[in-house]
């Protein structure tokens, strides 16, 4: 094997590229966690991750994946035997209902074909029907990685709220924060659960939650038992800004980096960024003649696209030859669409010239993979970007 010259291009839908400013933050000597320096630089992530989230209550930030903050959320807010509302969306929807389960909460798993998002009416049937007020929490992923598709939820707020029913909102946006508009004040959401390595533009290592003041109340009540995940010492620690056990230091020098970087472009362009993204390379996907997986257009992923593949042809096999060929990573399908669908990211650290050679990758793979398609798809993607540049 030679070692490739250039860079490699990362476009799974996370981890991410991590851009060069936030590597070299997180290269700094690690410090004293209980020191006069720590308390600034924790500081200033703790209040700007608010400002990310978009909420002025607590955003807690524990060393993990997503994985360990989906726990956490469900640790601090429910009890065994609670039953909860959840949508299949797609494969982590799944895992995050399989754990819910694991734990012994029952989940009423609202079946999809993987091609939608959340029904805002059936949240509203199924929570009117709930005249008991059985149902302890509604919890829905915003952006399905797996899938490609954003799901409304806003409109699954005012779902639960022309319901008039009590139950938490918790929302996984573990793939669309920094990405997606995202409000949870606004929206009223109990808890946000995120993570590192998506838009946020960072290494995998960080999970967040964002609780409201209805979740925290939750939290002094519910019976599950935790100690690692447990919010309350958390938030004691961090109303000094600092932690119950030794944080990741290096990467919340890498939080710190990231907050300033979406400051600066600004997250409104940002949003708009990826949403371009999104669109060119929808446009492209169209003239080759593949088919997108998502749907539904108003749910259209702006940090990825799920494209499938015709019958008969396996997507890992196209994903390896544009691995070998051109040193390009795309993210493979998952759970039922395993092998049936690639997924281009297009989210994070990206400019039009980095998606233009993405696409082109994928083009020349899919010539190169023995692919029937039409060409020009890049021209087309080329074209939408040079309209629409500012
Ligand atoms: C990546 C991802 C996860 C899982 O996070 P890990 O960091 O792999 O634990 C959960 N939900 C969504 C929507 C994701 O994109």
């Avoid at 299949?88 to 995050?96: I, K, S, V």
Wanted: proline letters at 5%.
């Amino acid at each position: 094997m030679t070692s490739p010259s250039g860079r490699h291009f990362l476009q799974i839908p996370g981890p991410s590229n991590v851009p060069d400013r936030i590597l070299h933050a997180i290269g700094r000597p690690t410090i004293d966690h209980r020191g006069p320096e720590f308390r600034r630089l924790s500081e200033e992530v703790l209040t700007g991750s608010r400002r990310i989230f978009k909420t002025s209550g607590p955003v807690v930030v524990f060393p993990t994946s997503g994985t360990g903050a989906w726990e956490a959320a469900l640790m601090n807010t429910l009890s065994p035997g609670d039953k909860i509302l959840m949508f299949e969306t797609g494969h982590f929807a799944t895992l995050w209902c399989k754990m819910a389960r694991k734990f012994g909460i029952e989940v009423d798993f609202v079946p999809t074909n993987w091609r939608h998002g959340v029904d805002p009416q059936i949240v509203e049937d199924k929570l009117k029907a709930d005249s008991g007020q059985a149902i302890k929490s509604v919890n829905i992923v915003h952006n399905e990685t797996s899938t490609g598709v954003t799901s409304r939820v806003a409109e699954v707020r005012q779902a639960i709220d022309n319901a008039s029913h009590p139950a938490l909102f918790m929302v996984d946006t573990i793939s669309s924060l920094g990405s997606v508009d995202y409000r949870h004040d606004e929206w009223q959401i109990d808890v946000t659960v995120g993570c590192s390595q998506k838009g946020l533009m960072l290494p995998p290592g960080l999970g967040f939650n964002a609780i409201s003041e209805k979740a925290l109340e939750a939290s002094r009540k519910n019976r599950f038992i935790r100690h690692f995940w447990d919010w309350n010492d958390m938030l004691k620690a961090n109303e000094n800004f600092f932690y119950p056990s030794t944080p990741c230091t290096n990467l919340l020098y890498g939080l710190r980096e990231s907050i300033r970087m979406l400051e600066e472009e600004g997250l409104d362009r940002v949003f708009a960024r990826h949403a371009r993204f999104g669109e060119a390379t929808r446009r492209a996907v169209r003239t080759w003649g593949l088919e997108i997986l998502c749907e539904e257009p108003k749910e259209f992923s702006p940090v990825l696209t799920a494209v499938m593949m015709p019958a008969g042809k396996g997507a890992d096999a196209l994903r390896k030859v544009i691995l070998d060929a051109f040193n390009m990573s795309l993210g493979n399908g998952l759970g039922k669409v395993a092998d049936k669908v690639f997924r281009i990211g297009h989210l994070g650290d990206l400019n039009d010239l980095s998606l233009i050679g993405t696409l082109a990758g994928v083009e020349m793979g899919l010539e190169l993979g023995r692919i029937e398609h039409h060409k020009g798809g890049v021209q087309a993607a080329m074209q939408y970007l040079s309209e629409s540049a500012s």
